[in-house]
């Protein structure tokens, strides 16, 4: 089937496929080899691929439940792969549904073949996974925006016939009807229809903007799990600080009567601020968004800067001063008005869009940015630096950012506007404009957009942060310094010097980035003779001599040095355990780079990573 774990070559997602190796000013050295992605897609053939990403699946819920997590994987009953769909007899493939472009169940949901498949996909769900705990079915989210629009109905079919085949065959395992923000909009109708013991849960609408939905409240004798997004989903690249809307509500679904909430995430740290709130506010009510970032300013910051990061911190949540989605208004039926501006389910940097950021916003970004400077400067250890600097460093790329979409939404404007008057005969007019009101615009915005990615660059951490940035390169840098200039070569027949000799410029790597080291994964739990393998990224100038991983279990004096192989460019990697013999222990990794030893995490051994 057309389906599979994505990486950085793939063709979906808005994602052209392209070599890590050509990605500019200096971005190829933070990958190993010339595809970003998980082991599990790299096979033969469509059928080793999903094999392999199932065995992935199914060790990653088995550690989970080691860790006392209840687990649950969920599938789209209303839709299959167009490879299914085109085997399906023609009785179940009504004339008004033909491919892709649907509206609600692409098949027939009442028909016996509907209802053989949906057998089938739960028994190999539950063979394939026999630790899951909840087997979740969700309205897919073309039906979800289908029905905002129209007001389809949903049918209860396929959730009593999950539900009875559980029953059947695997009474333990919980059902859990689910969806996009829109499904809440049937719960009514379902909860009449449904047993009491299926669970009903949904994303909140508008993409986690608009609040949980009141039919929560409604639902009386049934476990109800809202799903608020911790992240801005149409923001993938932009930094995440949404505690006073979690906060808002987190007090909704305790109001409703909900008995869970799930937060949903793609990414890690730069999440961390509303995840972690999420987890303290549910085991104290009392919390307010306030009291949490003056919490979490502390494992920021040293107690001297951590009020003002804070305050600086809350301001920006609070009054909405970073770029977002959410424009802070809403619509006739009462949605929140999204605006995207670096979605990373779908094309990026989409300056052909109707809009461009709000002058407010790119102001008060700029202060607030002023504001974070000031406090990573007035950092005294190395540690400290690293942690403020993460942080300042989101809006270190959003600044330049901003200004670069509005300099592209310009010049996107003006290649519209030359379109239209070569359309009326007017090309050598056209060409004129392109020329004098073009050019200078794309001479603004090239620096922009390397100011932008080197921000980025030098605070990337996670492996989130190299998902993050290979999707930088592949959209943003695509589209702005090739893609615009293509626009203008077709109408200049050849680019001004000036521009090559500038693109030039602005695609080379920084000389004065100064070397890094630093772990995109860091394990913290191994399990008696377990063992995992971790990697070493060190980006930028000099070259790379010894690395080695640093161990020591809780009491011992001395240090166990281990060597790590260089994976590919500047990644090493080593393997961790296993550590038998205390329950605690702690690492580190050192390396040699152009004569200066460098450690992560920084200060060490001072600090170091922690590891039960």
Known sequence: HLAFLDQSASHRWGYLPQRTSRYTLGG???YAGETFASDATLGRDPWEIAERTEAL???????????????????????????????????VKPEQLPGRQTRGARFDIESVTAKKMLETRLAQLLEAYPEVDHVWLWEDEGANWESRRTGIPISATP??????FLRRHAPAKRLVVAGWGGVARHFADLDKRLPKDVVFSCLSDSLGWDPIHEVFGKLEGRQRWPIPWLEDDPGMWLAQFHVNRFHKDLNLAAGYGCQGMIGIHWRHRIVDPTAGFQARFSWDQTLTPEAYYRAYARTQAAPDRAGKLAATLEDADRNRKLLSTFTGETDKDGHSVTRAFSGDYNEAFTIWSNYQPDPRVA??????LDVLRGIARGAKTAFEKERLAYLAGHVEFMVPYTEAWTLAHGLHQVLARAGKLKKDGQAGQAREMVKNDGVPLWLKLAPQVRAAMLAFQQIVATRNDLGTLASMHNKFVRIALVRLRLSLQEWLGELPPETEKLLEEVTGPDASTPVRLFLPTRPTLLGKDERVRILIVAPGGGTVGAVTLHTRLRGAGKWTESPASLLGRRTYQTVLGPLDGAELAEYYVSADIGGAKLTAPLDAPVNTYGLT
Do not use: C, M, N
């Open 28 to 30: 190829a050295q933070f």
């Open 57 to 91: 699946l199914a060790r990653s819920l088995a550690y989970a439940r080691k860790l006392g997590l209840a687990v649950g994987i969920g599938f789209e009953p209303y839709q299959i792969p167009d490879e299914i769909w085109r085997a399906l007899p023609p009785e």
């Open 159 to 164: 959730f009593q016939t999950a539900y009875d």
């Open 363 to 368: 102001a008060t970004q700029r202060e607030t």
